[in-house]
């Protein structure tokens, strides 16, 4: 059964998974942020549970600046539906955001999948 929880709850989880994040590897990320959305946009798998949309750090140039934040997108919905209780469903948001965070740093799915992170 699919958990129930409302958006600020939700969003605490997120929040929670993002504080779990090594201050070493916190401190490096950069212009990035993550934003909570009910689902995932049009055109996407409805069961998509994160997406990073922005230039990884290995991928930016000297040329790179001025730019709006890489944004860490994490889907309410779809990881409430795959979650049977509020300790499966926090366990899966970690997952997420440390999987999207991954992108931004440059890390493909092939060696998430391989770190368990898929």
Known sequence: MPVDLDREAFERLVDHAIDTIPDEIAAIADNVVVLVEDDPPEGEPQDL?????????TDR????GG????????????LLAMCDDLDELADE?????????????????????????A
């Open 67 to 78: 730019v709006l934040p890489d944004r860490i997108f994490v889907f309410r919905r779809p």
């Open 61 to 64: 140039g000297t040329e790179y």
């Open 49 to 57: 549970l994160g997406l990073y949309d922005g230039v990884a750090l």
């Open 93 to 117: 948001v970690r997952i997420t955001v440390v999987h999207e965070v991954a992108h931004h740093f440059g890390i493909d799915d092939a060696a998430l999948h391989d770190l368990g992170y």
